[in-house]
């Protein structure tokens, strides 16, 4: 099979693709002919290996697919040859076809195809996580969104105003702004051009409910002195490259909650809030709720597709298209 492979950590373009044997799957793994992966920015920091888990050399990048069971393996219960499934993985997604644990995937929901099925679970998951699991969103609240523009940002805007919060997208420039405005977001902060801090609390007439997170850097301390009193802040990655320190006296005095998601340690200590918040996604997606996918590249295009994450200029997700033979 012809998959992306990191032979040397580095930027993207040191992937190149080769050809690979086939996987096959174990007791209790299947293997999965893939027609759509998605692109996530710490795929971008594990092919340079600044990524919290190294990932020893040679590897397949990639960590979000979607496509047919092809074989499983002794005492798989829940899924079939032939089976729409969509997955996460730490690795090995840019590829023609690959081999999970059962538990790495879940069946694709009516009303997404294979392209969009590839850009839903990982972002969609980080948002409910973020905004339900530890969050404890409400209808009604106040919820900013750094980064909204960008993958797990358009998915926490669209998830959000869903169940009725009061989203407010902040973004770099007034035209990915005007992106998430169109995702249901109720008012926009561009803030390489307007005060995040200012602009929050005018808005909001006193502070944000919730905060959440994706990007880090410069911005974070500004959203979390715009929280109010007893406000959440949620933590998920650090796209701006920067992992910011917190003044922690801000917390003590607006008594803010702190909290983290990271989607692999949740699935791992909370598999009945992962269970949880896929049922409630399906249900939204029957109701239309799909994944803003902006750019589709072909395996061949990897690199290209890569640093257009790496250079955070994609609005929404950036899905490889595979062709599978």
Request: hydrophobic share 45%; glycine share 10%; with cysteine.
């Amino acid at each position: 099979m012809r998959a992306a492979r990191v032979e040397a950590y580095g930027g993207p373009d040191r992937v190149v693709i080769r050809e690979i044997p086939d996987p096959e799957a174990r007791a209790g793994q299947l293997v999965v002919d893939i027609e759509a992966a998605a692109l996530n920015f710490p795929d971008v920091l594990t092919i340079a290996d600044k990524y919290q888990i190294s990932t020893a050399l040679p590897f397949t990048p990639g960590s979000e697919f979607a496509g047919r069971v092809s074989a499983v393996g002794e005492n798989v219960t829940a899924f079939r040859v032939g089976d729409r499934v969509m997955g996460s993985t730490g690795a090995g997604a840019f590829a023609e076809k690959i081999c999970v644990p059962e538990d790495a995937v879940s069946a694709i929901p009516d009303g997404l195809d294979m392209i969009h099925a590839a850009g839903f679970r990982v972002t969609y998951l980080t948002a409910y996580h973020s905004l339900v699991t530890v969050g404890d969103v409400a209808s009604g609240d106040w919820v900013v969104v750094l980064g909204a523009a960008g993958g797990v940002g358009t998915a926490t805007v669209d998830l959000a105003a869903r169940l009725g919060a009061r989203v407010i997208a902040a973004a770099s420039t007034a035209e990915r702004v005007q992106t998430c405005l169109d995702l249901g977001a109720h008012e926009g902060i561009a803030y390489d051009e307007e005060d995040l801090k200012s602009r929050i609390k005018e808005i909001t007439g006193g502070g944000a409910d919730l905060v959440v997170d994706p990007v880090g850097g410069r911005y974070t301390e500004q959203a979390l002195r715009a929280i109010r009193w007893g406000g959440a802040f949620v933590t998920v990655g650090f796209a701006a490259g920067e992992i910011p320190r917190i003044p922690l006296n801000l917390v003590l005095l607006k008594n803010v909650l702190v909290r983290g998601v990271e989607l692999r340690t949740m699935g791992t200590h909370r598999p009945d809030a992962t269970r949880q918040a896929t049922r409630a996604m399906s249900d939204l997606v029957a109701r239309g709720m799909a994944p803003l996918v902006t750019d589709v590249f072909t395996l061949d295009d990897v690199s290209k597709a890569l640093g257009l994450v790496a250079e955070r200029k994609a609005t929404g997700k950036v899905v490889i298209e595979m062709r599978v033979t």
